[in-house]
């Protein structure tokens, strides 16, 4: 099993700021098969980022994924206040498919 | 537009089993894999496993085997998932979502289940 681990737990920042979350596999994933997902209270996991680096269908381009191997970052520039948060990371190649345990974005 | 309706919160006790479905519409129901996740309160996201609607083929996370089965009515568009032997552990939000292949990212996700297990 792939195990993802998120850092920090929780980040707290102002709106207008830039977000940096960190997502690191404990095993290399192809950059194909790793996305991102933005989940808000009492809502569902929504896609922001697939395969590292696309956005996905309406996404603003302050939302920007990076990274390869077992090391992989989104980062989020001009913090508006609809973007805070709790952040997923997500591999969906090897079985089980798995999730990071999250990083909440809430303001500071 | 996209559409996965799921069914409605259950209470459940220990060794009972469970179901939960998943109304698809809004796109050609054959074309997507359905996935189903659930995340317990508080907690992350946690991958069951997957339905082919085309062929009803399935792959289930080993955590699960023997306890869940996926199955789809493809006369209903809808996706099936049932989990036996609950336990509290098992009480969480279930969710169906659907990609476009077996290794492709969801895109859109019913509004979730709530399962409750107690006795």
């Known amino acids: 099993e792939i195990v993802l681990t998120q850092s920090p737990g929780t980040l707290s920042l102002s709106p207008g700021g830039r977000a940096t979350l960190s997502c690191r596999a404990s095993?290399?994933?192809?950059?194909?098969?790793f996305a991102w997902y933005q989940q808000k209270p009492g809502q569902a996991p929504r896609l922001l980022i697939y395969?590292?680096?696309s956005r996905a269908t309406g996404i603003p381009d302050r939302f920007s994924g990076s990274g390869s191997g077992t090391d992989f970052t989104l980062t989020i520039s001009r913090l508006e206040p609809e973007d805070f948060a709790v952040y997923y990371c997500?591999?969906?190649?090897?079985?089980?498919?798995?999730f990071g345990q999250g990083t909440k974005l809430e303001i500071k | 537009q996209v559409q996965l309706v799921q069914s409605r919160a259950e209470v459940k006790k220990p060794g009972a089993s469970v179901m939960v479905s998943c109304k698809a519409s809004?796109?050609?129901?054959?074309?997507?894999?359905i996935h189903w996740e659930r995340q317990a309160p508080g907690q992350g996201l946690e991958w069951l496993g997957l339905i082919n609607p085309s062929d009803g083929s399935t792959s289930y996370a080993q955590e699960f085997l023997g306890r869940v089965t996926m199955t789809r009515d493809t006369s209903t568009r809808t996706l099936y998932m049932e989990l036996s032997s609950l336990r509290s552990e098992d009480t969480a939000v279930y969710y169906c979502?659907?990609?476009?292949?077996?290794?492709?990212?969801?895109?859109?996700w019913g509004q979730g289940t709530l399962i409750t297990v107690s006795s």
């Open positions: 809004g796109y050609t129901f054959t074309n997507y894999y």
């Open positions: 395969a590292t680096t």
């Open positions: 979502a659907r990609a476009v292949g077996a290794h492709s990212p969801v895109d859109y």
């Open positions: 095993h290399s994933v192809t950059s194909r098969f």
């Open positions: 997500h591999q969906y190649y090897g079985s089980p498919y798995t």
